[in-house]
């Protein structure tokens, strides 16, 4: 069976790679030699994908290395969440049978490694995700969700790990903004959403451009500058002070939720397959509904989507012709209106609609203008394209309507937008729902929250094209 190759599109940044996609990363740039050495770029990033997959496999090793440790092990029974050696080792543990279980993906399991790692949050990340991980919270979680009085159904053990999650949480609600939420239960760290997001095959590739993190707490200040001045000096001469000019600004979380109906019947059945179920439906929920809002997001009740951050800034660009769209003069206005230094890690981002009306340019003699944006991988100008299908389209411009239409969003994703998902999502469970007559329905159901927030940390680093309308 022929692989199919992948290009920019298909992989998250290489900081972020798992050692499966860089090895597939590496079979793509393979494929695209075809025999040949590689150019400057092509070697350059497969140097990179070979320092990444070297450090992904040095972690791989760590976690080994606890779980094969004898003092990290009991003679029987399943993994607790301390025994003395810390809440970081205890976290380990348990990710790597979560993952070795397949209730969790390797990626997921680094993710949360790399939270741990923090330098503001860590210890208390180290907490949450021992305490979150622990399979007797697991176990309890669900007994819990299995109707009212599931607690009534723990163990000693699945009661001590509750308690434990819940003075992490109490830390955590400390560090809040305002009161926090005290209901409801923590999901367990292996199927935490905030956790397991990636967008795979999603109609959005945001979350793969962008610069993704995961934090704990309510908000991320990330330190940006637009650039540092260098200058020539004289001999003997004292060196000017070419300080960059810091910008910090603040990406605050927000409270998204979900609620899933579930019947009696329901909860009657086996529960084998439930962790599978739960995290489809959570994830699936919230990736739905994070792809709106980091496009069009109004930054105050909801994450700062990225036309929202762009638009009315100098990186918004209007066409050659008013409330028109020329495919053969706009698109390079909007490539050569990006500063050299954001122009090699470039791509584009635009509806499936717009993509195929640029398909259709052609020259003068009727060859197409741009070739390699019909592809199954399009490349426009040599800079790969990204559909994203919650963007406004040349098809939605209408001069007999008052609109704002950003059809084409051109720049360095990653340095331009950042994702925070703040790990510790939570859900209640509703007893009993009622009918139009508020009488029972014999279902229940589940409420959950999440906390993410997104925005827009250095404008400059792409442009957007508005071919806005008049009525």
């Known amino acids: 069976m022929t692989r199919k190759k992948g290009t920019v599109n298909d992989y998250p940044p290489i900081d972020r790679m798992t050692s499966d996609e860089i090895q597939g990363r590496m079979a793509d740039l393979h494929a695209e030699a075809e025999g040949r050495e590689f150019n400057e770029y092509e070697q350059s990033e497969w140097d990179a994908l070979e320092a990444r997959y070297e450090e992904n496999e040095r972690r791989r090793e760590l976690v080994r290395q606890h779980a094969d440790n004898p003092r990290h092990r009991e003679a029987a029974g399943p993994l607790v969440v301390d025994r003395g050696d810390g809440p970081r080792d205890a976290a380990m543990r348990n990710l ?100 397991r997001i990636s967008s795979d095959g ?86 739905q509904l994070s792809n709106e809002a980091f496009l069009n997001g109004n930054g105050t009740t909801q994450p700062q989507g990225l036309w929202t951050g762009l638009g009315g800034t100098a990186s918004e660009l209007s066409p050659a012709a008013a409330e028109t769209f020329n495919a053969a003069v706009d698109v390079y206005a909007v490539q050569n209106a990006l500063p050299p230094r954001f122009q090699p890690g470039a791509s584009w981002l635009m509806d499936l609609a717009t993509i195929n009306k640029i398909s259709e340019s052609e020259t003068t003699n009727g060859a197409p203008r741009f070739p ?16 994203w299908s919650n963007m406004r389209s040349s098809a939605d411009i209408t001069p007999t309507v008052t609109a704002d239409n950003p059809i084409i969003i051109y720049g360095d994703i990653r340095q331009t937008y950042c994702i925070v998902d703040f790990a510790g999502s939570s859900v209640e469970l509703v007893p009993h729902l009622v009918g139009d007559n508020h009488r029972p329905t014999g279902e229940r159901g589940l409420l959950l929250w999440a906390r993410v927030g997104a925005g827009v940390v250095i404008a400059n680093a792409a442009r957007v094209l508005n071919v806005a309308t008049t009525a």
């Open 96 to 195: 790597d049978a979560a993952v070795k279980g397949g209730t969790m993906p390797a990626d997921a399991a680094e993710k949360v490694e790399r939270l741990m790692s923090g330098r503001q949050h860590g210890s208390l990340a180290a907490r949450w995700a021992a305490a979150g991980s622990e399979p007797a919270y697991v176990s309890a979680f669900f007994k819990a969700l299995s109707g009212e009085r599931g607690h009534l159904l723990w163990t000693p053990e699945e009661a001590d790990a509750y308690r434990r999650v819940e003075a992490v949480r109490a830390e955590l609600r400390a560090m809040q903004v305002g009161a926090g939420a005290t209901g409801g239960f923590q999901i367990p760290t292996v199927i935490d959403p905030a956790l």
């Open 202 to 287: 999603s109609i959005s590739p945001i979350r793969q451009l962008a610069e993704v993190r995961q934090e704990i707490g309510t908000e991320f200040k990330p330190v940006t500058s637009a650039h540092v001045t260098n200058q020539w000096t004289a001999e003997s001469v004292q060196v000017p002070d070419n300080s960059p000019t810091l910008e910090q600004s603040t990406i605050k979380s927000f409270k998204s939720t979900s609620f899933v109906p579930f019947s009696f019947e329901y909860e009657t059945a086996s529960f084998g397959g439930a962790i599978q179920d739960l995290t489809r439906l959570l994830v699936d929920g919230y990736d």
């Open 372 to 387: 390699n944006i019909g592809e199954t991988n399009p490349v426009l100008l040599r800079k790969p394209v990204g559909e």
